[in-house]
């Protein structure tokens, strides 16, 4: 295979705290008593504040919300008064509470807040989108004044998508004119903003129309500007989306007719206004990853404590031999989720101008730790039947909020897409001096404010280098379904070296969508491997997340085979054959052993025991 001799399979590392090994797993984050991980959370200031918010609002008022989408200025006030969201997004630099854009604590706060209730979580990460293209900009005013908003308890938007063009940016009809005197005319609509009922400040992004001549081709430039809607008195009246899942949030859209401003309300234009709105989108999908494990753990937390009060043919029904398998899946998925995605986060908070990697693992993480999620709930609803419908639950909201995540505006498509602009250097061209980030879970550096992500330019994904990927999995080869990942990894590699796919492929086409498959599973399982290891993760519980992601990879490869596999030259000539040769190894039948099946179920249910549980109606024991 190529590994190398290893003289030091594992990697020295300082040692994580029993806290922070315990909190990479499932937590169950409501109740009185709390294990040593979700004290980890619920011990900081405003993850404190906010899990006191919900824990005395309760699961029925959240509900009773969700049914009659109901906007919540009871949080709304609450926050305001804590000054919650100015204390988590806003830099140093801005901040007149002495705050800062902490990482870890921002990633943290976003996971609980979509355990207790994603709808309220959305007007959060909405704000972020809003406040990030603003701080992206060169308008030193307009940031400020954002900040201020913040701080006094205000939300902000992020106006980018349109009714008939979605997440198509070069498609935006959204237009402004200037109207002599350094004074604009905007006009336009918007669809599926969050917070549309209730921002101080929504990023607009339009077309600047009158910088090209009638007739000409060449595409007009963008202009990303400030909108007041209390002071604007052309924007029509925001009107409610109705929504399958985070109902009593406010998704909207709205009309501007001659709305006029003036050059003081230009947040950035041209090329930096395309940065600034690509720059807040990137960081904006990424943290919505942590809104999936928040809302699968408690999902998990709900449906196993359902699992053990009800009885079915004289014992609890956990103790079905099928359905603790299905639960260890759904277990070992969630805590491969949270492995890559606070993996993913260190690469982020160590990014700067010449160590841009996160690119590929934010990509990464919308594509995957999103879908992923919606797997979980599937394996979930398996275990659970009938029970997981009942609208009393929060498992029936789980159900319909996380499938938002990576449906909205076929955002994990446009992700794998976006991988495989990737692939060249990640495979074929590593750079062995590039070093791996310290871990902000491991407690390896310092949790702080990472200011190039508020100046980050786009440039040419070329340009990115990365070590070689193989390297995470070498102290794990003797984890049989680590091995037999690599091995797959690596034939993959060889079979792109061997002839490459177009470097300008249809982003749409089902090849392309499937090589993304491939690559973003590989990027995946490289993280998982790198945080399990830094963690101390148990073997056997190693094996039960390979188990899954060996699975996963040979269904990619695959359907790669079956939609586009000739385009890596698997035809019938001699060179075809060798193809067809690689291709088979792609694709390999993991294993999980009864001991490691048992060591994995027995962690589980023992953590499931200590963690605090909800109590919902019909927690009782159950039986029929």
């Known amino acids: 295979m190529g590994f190398g001799r290893l003289d030091n399979p594992r990697p020295a590392f300082a040692a994580a705290s029993a806290a922070a090994q315990a909190a990479i797993y499932p937590l169950g984050l409501s109740g009185r008593r709390r294990c040593a991980g979700a004290a980890l959370y619920l011990d900081q200031p405003l993850i404190g504040k906010l899990a006191e918010f919900f824990e005395k609002k309760g699961l029925a008022a959240i509900k009773e919300e969700d049914q009659r989408e109901q906007w919540y200025d009871d949080w709304l006030a609450f926050q305001a008064r804590h000054r919650l969201y100015a204390q988590l997004i806003c830099p140093r630099q801005l901040s007149t509470l002495g705050s800062e854009f902490d990482l870890l604590r921002f990633a943290r706060f976003l ?10 979580g959305y007007s959060l990460q909405v704000s972020f989108l809003g406040f990030f293209a603003i701080l992206l900009g060169d308008n030193l005013a307009l940031k400020q004044e954002a900040a201020a908003a913040l701080e006094r308890g205000g939300l902000l938007a992020f106006g980018v998508s349109e009714r008939g063009h979605g997440s ?3 498609g935006n009809e959204f237009t402004v004119v200037e109207s002599g005197g350094g004074r604009y005319l905007a006009n336009g609509a918007k669809y599926y903003i969050g917070n549309a009922n209730a921002a101080a400040m929504i990023a607009i992004l339009a077309r600047k129309e009158n910088q090209r001549s009638a007739g000409s081709a060449r595409r007009a430039p963008l202009v990303l500007f400030a909108l007041r809607p209390g002071d604007s008195k052309g924007l029509r009246s925001a009107q409610k989306i109705r929504t399958l899942g985070v109902r009593s949030a406010f998704v909207g859209e709205f009309e501007v007719k001659d709305h006029a401003f003036d050059a003081a309300d230009v947040i950035a234009e041209g090329r930096q206004a395309w940065d600034a709105v690509f720059g807040a989108v990137t960081l904006g999908k990424f943290f919505l990853g942590f809104g999936s494990i928040g809302i699968c753990a408690h999902a998990f937390e709900e449906a196993a404590g359902h699992l053990r009060a009800r009885v079915l043919y004289g014992k609890p029904v956990i103790e079905m031999p099928h359905i603790r398998a299905t639960l260890v899946q759904a277990y070992a998925r969630l805590t491969a989720m949270k492995l890559y995605a606070y993996r993913a986060l260190d690469y982020v908070h160590a990014a700067n101008a010449t160590d841009r990697r996160y690119l590929l693992f934010a990509a990464v993480q919308k594509a995957k730790v999103s879908t992923e999620g919606v797997r979980v709930m599937a394996l979930l609803s398996e275990c659970v039947g009938a029970r997981g419908f009942e609208s009393e639950t929060f498992f ?9 995540i990576p449906g909205l505006e076929s955002s994990a498509h446009i992700n794998l897409g976006l991988t495989v602009q990737f692939m060249p250097r990640y495979l074929t061209g590593p750079e062995p001096a590039l ?14 404010e990472n200011t190039y992500l508020m100046e980050g330019r786009t440039g040419a994904i070329h340009t990115i280098a990365f070590p070689h990927f193989l390297r995470a999995f070498r102290p794990l080869m003797a984890v049989e379904n680590v091995r037999r990942f690599a091995q797959a990894a690596k034939a993959f590699q060889l079979l792109v070296r061997r002839r490459p796919p177009d470097p300008s492929p249809r982003a749409d086409s089902p090849a392309t969508l499937a090589l993304g498959q491939c690559l973003a599973t590989i990027a995946y399982g490289q993280l998982v491997a790198e945080n399990a290891l830094r963690l101390s993760v148990p073997s056997a519980m190693i094996a039960a997340m390979f188990q899954a992601l060996v699975h996963d990879f040979s269904v990619a ?6 939609c586009g596999g000739a385009d890596l030259d698997c035809g019938a000539s001699e060179a075809g054959a060798r193809g067809r040769r690689l291709f088979r190894r792609l694709v390999s039948a993991p294993r999980l052993t009864d001991s490691q099946r048992d060591f994995v179920a027995t962690q589980m249910e023992q953590r499931c025991e200590d963690d605090p549980l909800h109590s919902s109606p019909g927690a009782e024991r159950r039986t029929e």
């Not at 491991?442 to 949790?447: H, K």
């Open 396 to 404: 029936e909201m789980a159900l319909r909020d996380v499938q938002l």
């Open 111 to 120: 996971e609980v807040f979509a355990y207790f209730s994603p709808a309220h």
């Open 557 to 562: 490869a695959l359907t790669l085979f079956s």
């Open 168 to 170: 198509d940016l070069l």
């Open 435 to 448: 070093a791996q980030p310290g871990s902000l879970v491991a407690g390896d550096v310092a949790s702080d």
